[in-house]
């Protein structure tokens, strides 16, 4: 059977990606229960971390043992792949070895090139185009407090990065409809707005964006690698803070997300992450369970 990665929503089809995220929510209801789980007893996930992270380290090696397996952390100043080894023979050799790949990165194509060579799944834990398994974590989330995303409508406040591109590839996959609120010049890649067709439309007020919205999500306006932009992108995004004025405008039963870590009078305003519409840490938590779901459907190419 032909290895299965995972780099961005679209390499799942939507019944496969509905069916993980149910499985995910169960994983989370029996963890919760303190049932213990060797699903993946014996099986090893090498975690690449070319970008340093806090949820994401922390959800994959917790997520392994969970599940009886264990992780390996893989830094640059660790490996072969600080020290100018090609992409395709670190995959080659670390895929040979382990049960899966997680890769946190710049360049999506270093994602890309790393699967197309290795042997064993790999994940896609973000990079600079996209950052899947949040989504996942964020569309389980929705569900498990609101039911079906499908049909609804997702306002999408801030800059146009990895994170919206995700939501536009949900969007799809997902099947609601996306408003992006962001400055002139701060746009999602066109091309993925134009694939997206009319299921995404860009708006450049914030608060016509929010109107009537099912879910409201943002992310910090300066990304890693971006800090250098954090003055000129302060300036931009002055008036797409999202706070609990913009929130009334949106559905009453409305839901607000944030990937984290977020920063308090910014993007969002200093109370926003305990506003009575957020739900923001069950999101944080569920990236634990919708990457256990996604690990034993990579690895054991089933969810039961």
Not at 168 to 177: H, K, L
Request: hydrophobic share 40%; glycine share 6%; charged share 20%.
């Amino acid at each position: 059977m032909a290895v299965r990665h995972f780099l961005t929503l679209e390499d799942l089809s939507p019944s496969e990606l509905n069916d993980l995220l149910d499985h995910a929510s169960h994983l989370r209801d029996t963890w919760r229960q303190g049932k213990t789980r060797d699903s993946l007893k014996n099986r090893v996930l090498a975690m690449i971390f070319e970008k340093s992270s806090t949820r994401t380290r922390v959800s994959f090696e917790a997520g392994m043992t969970q599940l009886g397996g264990s992780a390996l952390f893989l830094s640059p100043r660790d490996t072969q792949l600080g020290r100018g080894e090609p992409i395709e023979d670190s995959a080659r050799v670390i895929s040979s070895m382990v049960s899966a790949v997680m890769i946190r990165t710049f360049a999506h194509d270093t994602a890309v090139r790393f699967a197309a060579a290795s042997h064993t799944p790999v994940i896609n834990a973000l990079t600079d185009d996209y950052h899947p398994c949040q989504l996942l974590a964020d569309m389980q989330t929705y569900r498990e407090h609101r039911g079906s995303i499908q049909g609804g409508t997702v306002t999408w406040i801030g800059d146009g990065n990895n994170m919206c591109n995700s939501y536009i590839n949900a969007a799809i996959q997902f099947d609601f409809q996306l408003r992006i609120a962001c400055p002139t010049g701060y746009e999602p890649d066109s091309a993925l707005l134009a694939k997206a067709g009319e299921r995404v439309t860009v708006c450049p007020d914030p608060g016509e964006a929010s109107r009537d919205a099912n879910l409201v999500v943002t992310d910090v306006w300066a990304s890693m690698g971006q800090e250098q932009e954090q003055q000129a992108r302060e300036s931009a995004f002055n008036g797409f803070q999202v706070n609990p004025e913009l929130m009334a405008l949106a559905d009453k039963d409305a839901l607000f997300m944030h990937c984290l870590p977020a920063h308090r009078g910014e993007e969002i305003s200093e109370g926003m992450l305990e506003h009575p519409s957020s739900v923001v840490w069950d999101e944080a938590e569920n990236r634990l369970h919708a990457q256990k779901a996604l690990l034993e459907f990579l690895i054991l190419g089933t969810l039961d």
